[in-house]
């Protein structure tokens, strides 16, 4: 016999990874240049040189101690240099009993949730969302309760979030830069959101958590990401280096609980439990060592900033409508019809891969990854013109 949820998740892929296998027969198909892929968030700019050195350097070392086995939540001397880096770049305090060592921020995602909720709890999540959120939550065992964020600026509806906490809700999710839509909240918006849970807590007698998803915290075109833990003390943060490092394959992340929570040893308990529980002990420890080598490293956006450019131009010159994107590798364009399955259907007659938005929540948009090669905009832009075209002679 076996789990039916389970079969059910194995047996249908995500809308993202169904389109992007899609991509790969149709590449091999008609040649890898005339299909203009935008469906995946892969980086497009390469690790930084200093990763590489570091895990050159790393390979001189005795290998048995190298490969070995850390503690479950990490090693020490990685984790110290995570909370370092904490202190120095948000001025808040931070210590290694404060951080999780993850395999990514997917992997931080499904402890935290795990390690704050019980089964039969709520976890609010304004949408549209990261369409795996709801995996996570279904698997702690709560409901997803989904809250629109207000268009078209796509921040938070924190009116619309209160009325729809209840005694149950147990955590907020929020990701800020945004996968899909590009929106980075402001400090204004986060602290009316802090609050206002502030004054939900005391209402109902229970802690409410916000698990801040924040692969994509570096990854912005000159605003601000405030850092939530300084705004709301109930806060955990979700770390990856999928994206900052360009190394989503190499699953490397982690969760830090703040001692500003006033049960914070008992959450870092629950979120060590919680990994133990998963089995998400003892992130990859090559590359654990690897980061803390070279962690405060800059990202390299510029390549992002230019393909936002030639894509928000391109697009505006044919007439389309999206949400401009103050942070992430992510354009939310407007489909020219309610139906975003059929809107992404036509556009492959097009060769254009574009990701429907249902299965981000919400009806008649497409997500563009334009973490691509520059020409792959401006090869798709005849495409662009042929789809849009394709409709007005309806
Ligand atoms: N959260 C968001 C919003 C993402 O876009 C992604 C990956 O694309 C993840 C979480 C998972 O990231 P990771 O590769 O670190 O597991």
């Known amino acids: 016999m076996i789990n039916e949820r389970m079969f059910g998740l194995g047996d249908e892929p995500s809308a993202i990874r169904e389109l992007f296998s899609y991509g790969l027969k149709r590449k ?3 040649g890898a240049d005339k299909v203009f892929d935008f469906s995946i968030g892969n980086p497009s700019v390469p690790a930084p040189e200093a990763l590489k050195r570091a895990v050159l350097e790393l390979m001189e070392e005795p290998p048995c101690a190298l490969h070995g086995y850390t503690p479950a939540s990490g090693d ?11 202190r120095r770049r948000f001025g808040i305090e931070a210590t290694p009993g404060n951080i999780y060592m993850t395999a990514g921020a997917a992997a931080a ?14 976890v609010i ?14 698997t702690a065992g709560c409901t997803r309760i989904e809250v629109p964020t207000l268009v078209p600026s796509f921040q938070l509806d924190v009116e619309a979030i209160e009325a729809a906490i209840t005694e149950r809700t147990s955590a907020i999710i929020i990701n800020s830069p945004n996968n899909p839509v590009g929106a980075v909240y402001t400090r204004e918006v986060l602290e009316r959101l802090a609050d206002m849970l502030e004054r939900k807590q005391v209402e109902l007698g229970h802690q409410i958590f916000i698990v801040c998803d924040e692969p994509y915290r570096e990854i912005t075109y000159g605003c601000e990401v405030p850092y939530v833990p300084c705004l709301y003390a109930n806060t955990i943060v979700c770390y990856s280096y999928s994206k900052s490092m360009s190394l ?6 982690y969760v830090y609980v703040s001692d500003r929570m006033t049960n914070a040893h008992e959450v870092s308990l629950a979120v060590a439990g919680a990994g133990r529980a998963l089995g998400y002990i003892c992130a990859p420890v090559l590359m654990q060592r690897a980061i803390a080598k070279c962690i405060d490293e800059p990202s390299n956006v510029e390549a992002y900033r230019e393909n936002r450019r030639l894509l928000t131009e391109g697009l505006s010159e044919l007439g389309y409508e999206y949400v401009q994107p103050d942070g992430a590798f992510y354009l939310w364009v407007k489909a020219f019809e309610d139906d975003a399955q059929a809107f992404s259907d036509r556009a492959k007659r097009f060769e254009l891969l574009l990701v429907p938005s249902d299965s981000f929540g919400v009806g008649g948009w497409v997500r563009i990854s334009y973490c691509v090669a520059p020409e792959v905009i401006t090869g798709a832009m005849p ?3 042929a789809l849009m075209e394709s409709y007005r002679q309806e």
């Open 28 to 30: 091999a198909e008609i």
């Open 76 to 86: 020490p001397a990685v984790k110290q240099v995570v909370a370092d880096s904490i």
């Open 109 to 122: 995602i499904a402890i935290s949730l795990s390690a704050v909720t019980k089964p039969g709890d709520e």
């Open 125 to 138: 999540v304004p949408s549209p969302f990261f369409p795996e959120y709801g995996v996570w939550i279904e």
């Open 248 to 253: 989503p394959g190499e699953r490397i992340g």
């Open 383 to 385: 495409g662009f013109k």
